[in-house]
């Protein structure tokens, strides 16, 4: 493909995180969707559409391919989105998810038309070094706020945020599940290549803004995370800010801390896993047509379903960053980046630290629901069937294993990085 398409190990990452992604997706989606009378067979097909445009995404080295793959990756969520169209939510929150979507996608492809035109390349390595060499005019400043305005909106960062609580809630929830992961990793993939590859030598620049759009998406996501009783809910605003913390690497990367962006790989690995077991077992209490996901509902749930309370605090502990959890060490990758990188970066590390805090609250307070509330009534039905228990089981696994031996995943991400 005249070397727009470079296959590596950095590629092996994305593709096999990706699989993983649609595999949990497609073994715990299934008998929630029957029970619905949802169509289940073209779930398979747009889920491999999107995993295609993530793979694409990540062997992109030019501009063109770079954004092929980031619209092959999105476009399906649309639909994904809209999957339950007899419920108005679920209209509601795609269509919302398509206006806001494809309009950051045209403001982020005039940015890339004429960052083009002022690098006269398309390559993003020819750009970086045409930018390095001082080849820049007024046009720079339109195509770096446009990036950035459309990078924005792709992953969902405050002040650019406001699809994602409607179209999360709205959207059936394993599909929700996917959609809080699977864009999210691609689209990071994308500020890598875009910001800590192309635009390098514009770091003085971006950075800044970066500091302030990661520090307001995290700070923001938890706080309205707090006061959500609707666990679905918390959970698409606890997503928010996990963008926030997300950024905080690629902050670092941008500073020239090499570690920033083994750090966010490492974290979109750790949060595919641990935030897919979570909405798993949100699946599994949402069996039944009609239920709900209520704080109260999980009331004495760890007392009646032990196994199944259990693998659910695995997951919460680990989007808490408990020690020694996936996302405790994914959390402290890009925080010490962060304090490496120094300057701006170090200011973001400690609200990040603080950010950590406050999600503590709203993280444990549906632990102690499951396990120290007496029972609601009426009880709440749990579905267990073996496709979703192995979905569930898979997921505790990653969380796991990535908490329990984290060196070799990062020294695999490092050396990926390297070649």
Do not use: C
């Amino acid at each position: 493909l005249g070397g727009s398409y470079v296959a590596g190990p950095f590629v092996a990452f994305i593709g096999l995180l990706g699989i993983s992604i649609v595999a949990i997706t497609l073994l715990i989606a299934p008998a929630y969707l029957a029970a619905r009378k949802y169509p289940t067979a073209e779930l398979s097909a747009t889920l491999l559409f999107a995993l295609a445009g993530a793979i694409l995404l990540g062997a992109a080295t030019d501009l063109v391919t770079l954004f092929v793959g980031l619209e092959l990756m999105v476009i399906p969520g649309y639909v994904l989105a809209g999957y339950a169209k007899r419920d108005p939510l679920s209209t509601e929150g795609a269509v919302k998810y398509f206006l806001l979507g494809s309009f950051s996608s045209a403001i982020l492809l005039f940015g890339i038309v004429v960052l083009w035109g002022v690098a006269g390349t398309a390559s993003l390595s020819g750009i970086a070094t045409a930018l390095a060499s001082g080849k820049a005019n007024a046009g720079l400043a339109v195509a770096l706020a446009l990036i950035t305005t459309g990078s924005a909106f792709k992953i969902a960062a405050v002040p650019f945020h406001y699809w994602t609580p409607d179209a999360y809630q709205g959207s059936p929830t394993p599909i929700t599940g996917y959609l809080s992961v699977g864009p999210k990793v691609g689209a990071f993939v994308l500020l890598i290549k875009l910001f800590v590859i192309a635009l390098a030598p514009l770091a003085a620049l971006w950075i800044p803004v970066m500091v302030v759009l990661a520090a307001a998406t995290m700070t923001l996501g938890n706080l309205v995370a707090l006061t959500q009783s609707n666990v679905k809910r918390m959970l698409a605003y606890s997503s928010i800010a996990h963008t926030g913390y997300l950024m905080v690497g690629i902050v670092a990367a941008g500073a020239g801390e090499a570690a920033g962006i083994a750090g966010v790989l490492f974290y979109a690995a750790a949060y595919a896993f641990m935030n897919l077991g979570a909405f798993a077992f949100l699946t599994a209490l949402q069996g039944r047509p009609g239920a709900t996901t209520q704080l109260s509902d999980l009331a004495g749930l760890g007392r009646k379903h032990p196994r199944m309370a259990i693998l659910a605090a695995i997951f919460l502990l680990s989007l808490t960053g408990i020690p020694p959890t996936a996302g405790f060490f994914a959390k402290t990758y890009v925080i010490l980046a962060a304090v490496q990188a120094g300057g701006p970066a170090t200011i973001l590390a400690v609200i990040a630290v603080l950010n950590a805090a406050i999600a503590a609250f709203y993280y444990l307070r549906v632990i102690v629901y499951l396990f120290m509330r007496d029972p609601a009534e009426p009880a709440v039905q749990v579905a267990e069937g073996p496709m979703l228990r192995a979905g569930l089981l898979i997921a505790a696994i990653g969380t796991v294993a990535l908490g329990l031996a984290p060196t070799p995943i990062i020294e695999a991400v490092i050396q990926a990085l390297a070649k």
